[in-house]
């Protein structure tokens, strides 16, 4: 009796061994894989290179953070980056990572520092990625990549320096401090990709910076930003934040248990990297 004792000791010691183990792979390749995927498909959209120092999940509160989110500039600029953010909090319902469509309740993106730099009178850096950007109509969804549904988006405390041309009796530099953004109900059309979400992100910091700049900055910077802006028809105005209005799916997360799930879960997350270009 007391052999068998031991030996059910001994097999719930394995399994949860083995539990451990495959949650702590999870781990580690969901976050390699969230990190490479962000990377490519914000390099890809922008045209720039977009790098993230840290991705790290949690698969038992569904829990995603991101430190470290930098956008390069594009060539010829003085400074390195465009845009870098402090942190990143994403709420993901786990086992929708299995589905069709990944479930994110709640995406907050904190500590953005925005840096407009003038190259000449005709163009500025942030101006020249809004150009690159794809339209809504030409924005047409990955169909090999995974799609996200979003509960509630918000980018809070935002930092923009422009660095303005010399001008006599013009400031060299203009500091704005934007209001909250917030983005509701994305992805109800089931098209928004990591790619599409990127290029919504940076279009709504855009508009933020055409509002609140508009009489502080130069018209040769707000002109041309708020025509691009004003092409998408995807901004509405909403009592001082900026809501995008496109779905809603919202859902529950459970892991269970072992190597499966483990591998079932990363090929999950490798469904949120971008297709090869060619």
Request: aromatic fraction near 2%; avoid cysteine.
């Amino acid at each position: 009796m007391k052999k068998v004792k031991r030996v059910v000791v001994v097999g719930v010691v394995v399994l949860l061994i083995v539990a451990v183990g495959a949650a702590l792979l999870v781990h580690l390749a969901g976050g390699r894989a969230l990190k490479y995927g962000i990377e490519r498909a914000g390099g890809n959209t922008l045209k720039v290179k977009v790098a993230v120092a840290d991705v790290s999940l949690s698969i038992l509160r569904g829990k995603l953070k991101l430190k470290g989110l930098v956008i390069a500039n594009p060539p010829g600029y003085e400074y390195a980056n465009l845009l870098e953010l402090k942190s990143g909090q994403i709420d993901v319902d786990m086992k929708s990572l299995l589905g069709e469509a990944v479930a994110i309740r709640n995406l907050n993106l904190d500590g953005i520092s925005l840096v407009i730099e003038q190259k000449d009178i005709r163009g500025n850096n942030l101006q020249d990625i809004l150009n690159n950007l794809p339209s809504s109509k030409g924005a047409e969804a990955d169909p090999d990549a995974r799609k996200l549904h979003i509960d509630k988006l918000s980018i809070t405390n935002t930092t923009v320096i422009a660095k303005l041309l010399p001008v006599p009796g013009r400031a060299a530099s203009i500091p704005l401090k934007l209001e909250p953004i917030e983005m509701n109900n994305l992805g109800e059309d089931n098209k928004l990709t990591t790619a599409i979400l990127t290029a919504k992100i940076l279009k709504a910091i855009a508009l933020g910076i055409a509002e609140q700049g508009t009489g502080l900055l130069p018209d040769e910077i707000i002109g041309p930003m708020k025509s691009v802006l004003g092409k998408s028809g995807e901004m509405i105005m909403e009592t001082g934040k900026k809501v995008l209005e496109t779905g809603k799916d919202v859902g529950k997360g459970l892991i269970e248990g072992g190597k499966d799930v483990q591998e079932r879960l990363t090929e999950g997350l490798k469904g949120l990297l971008p297709g090869k270009k060619e």
